[in-house]
């Protein structure tokens, strides 16, 4: 039997940003016969979070020839007859579209652009959109999805694609704060950051990309009181930097200890800089091991890694655009935007603002600050423990799903989600950010792209799929931010 002889199918994947849009766009290439049901509540989807509520100045965290996602057109060649205003762009890439760091908003341009090109479903084949909220799903006789006005959509595959969750406020269960004005949970709610005081303070919760981009709004937006922003350990991101290569070398290491390949990447760093290469090319040669190098620890070396070490990882694995890095320069030399380690105890009302003690780190001393308001910066959430979404309700009800110990998404087994029992589901999948406790940094665009690839292939074709998994096919991509 041929690929084009299988059986009819229907697919419902369940979320409309990057990774739902894409692997819908993917699987409706591969097999027009079937049909695929897209479902996210959103008019038009193809955005998500990481690419729908950004402005121009929110830029693409690599250049653009590391955005090509096996679509036609691809990426570039869209832009270059888009119209689309790219000279910023361009000026500080030399005129090189590929190595070009582009806004944020254009990629889900693209992916718009890219479903409203897909054929309709005719006769119940092809790609069909469908506006609603999932909120569990069908077992028996019929599968399929729930939504949340009652409709029903039968699939024989339903794929999760829910993306990056909102933040989880850094503070109690019980925390007074959580319900004052003052503070502000998701800064990507839609009108979340309207009607701000531009004259007070604004403390801002982490100091990763968040905080970035959040601090980037305000001052655009007119922001004139002082911005304060606070984390652990007080480190901001690292910017990207072109030239030199340097060569993966961490795979041949493996089994090994995160403190014995962090210290083999700060040699290979101080190598680098004795012979005049940036450190970012030992940290992009890094890349193409790291869920090898996920799936070699143990739970203990994992929860290590994370208590310790990933901070530090993050600020130097995920980088900022250089005009982005220059903007935060310049508010940080400027006084507008101030990073301090430490942490924030005794809160207190004071009308409209609170107050809080920050305790530096080091016993650097504390000292008294009171703010405006209060944003949590600290990124998407990925614990799904007591989450009260209705659809990881539904299927953690149902035994459906087996939230991993370490908070950071679903247990899978190339992308098919286990159960309570930790058995592999023969029709429930789950692709993105939710698929990070098996390979540890699937939320990049590259990562991504491979995963669907590979999972769209292997839904698609009737022989057994590749036996290498999906971390040999990392290694595969190569080098490179």
Request: aromatic share 6%; hydrophobic share 45%; charged share 20%.
């Amino acid at each position: 039997m041929s690929e084009t002889d299988r059986p009819e199918r229907k697919i419902a994947v369940i979320g409309g940003g990057f990774s739902g849009s894409l692997l819908a766009l993917k699987l409706t290439a591969r097999r027009p016969d079937w049909l695929i049901t897209l479902i996210d509540p959103a008019v038009r989807p193809g955005r998500g979070l990481a690419y729908g509520a950004c402005a121009p100045y929110h830029l693409l965290n690599v250049p653009a020839h590391r955005m090509e996602v096996g679509l036609a057109p691809g990426f570039q060649a869209w832009l270059q007859g888009s119209g689309k205003d790219l000279d910023d762009a361009l000026d500080e890439s030399g005129g090189d579209l590929a190595d070009a760091f582009l806004p944020r908003r254009l990629l889900g341009d693209y992916l718009q652009a890219r479903l409203a090109g897909a054929p309709p479903s005719i006769n119940g084949h092809g790609l069909r959109r469908v506006r609603g909220e999932a909120v569990g799903v069908l077992e028996g006789p019929g599968r399929g999805v729930r939504l949340f006005d009652g409709r029903e959509i039968e699939a024989d595959i339903v794929i999760l694609a829910t993306g990056n969750l909102p933040p989880k406020a850094p503070l109690p269960a019980d925390s007074w704060l959580q319900d004052h004005p003052a503070f502000i949970p998701d800064p990507w709610a839609k009108g979340a950051l309207s009607g701000l005081d531009p004259e007070a303070q604004v403390l801002l919760l982490g100091t990763g990309l968040t905080m970035v981009d959040i601090a980037l709004r305000l001052a655009e937006e007119g922001q004139t009181g002082p911005m304060l922003a606070i984390s652990r350990r007080g480190l901001a991101p690292t910017a990207h930097q072109s030239g030199g290569a340097w060569a993966p070398f961490l795979t041949p290491m493996l089994p090994a200890s995160p403190l014995t390949l962090c210290r083999a990447i700060r040699q290979a760093a101080a190598q680098a800089s004795r012979e005049n290469l940036p450190w970012q090319r030992v940290m992009d040669a890094v890349r193409p091991s790291i869920a090898q190098v996920w799936q070699s620890w143990s739970e203990a070396q994992k929860r290590q890694f994370l208590r310790h070490l990933r901070p530090r990882w993050d600020v130097h694995r995920h980088r900022m655009a250089p005009r982005v890095a220059a903007r935060l320069d310049g508010l940080m030399e400027s006084g507008a935007l101030t990073v301090m380690a430490g942490r924030l105890r005794n809160w207190t009302r004071q009308g409209d603002q609170v107050s809080a003690t920050l305790f530096r780190r080091g016993g650097a001393g504390s000292m008294a600050i009171r703010a405006g308001s209060v944003i949590n910066c600290t990124g998407p959430r990925s614990d799904l423990q007591g989450l009260a979404v209705p659809l990881f309700s539904d299927l953690s009800r149902r035994g459906l799903i087996l939230p991993d110990q370490l908070g950071l998404g679903l247990e899978s087994d190339d992308c098919a989600v286990l159960d309570h029992r930790g058995k592999a589901s023969s029709w429930l999948y789950a692709v993105g950010p939710l698929t990070r406790p098996a390979l540890w940094e699937i939320t990049a665009v590259p990562e991504i792209a491979a995963q669907l690839d590979r999972l769209s292939l292997a839904l698609s074709r009737t022989e057994a799929p590749a036996t290498s998994g999906l971390a040999e096919t990392f290694v595969d991509m190569g080098a490179g931010i």
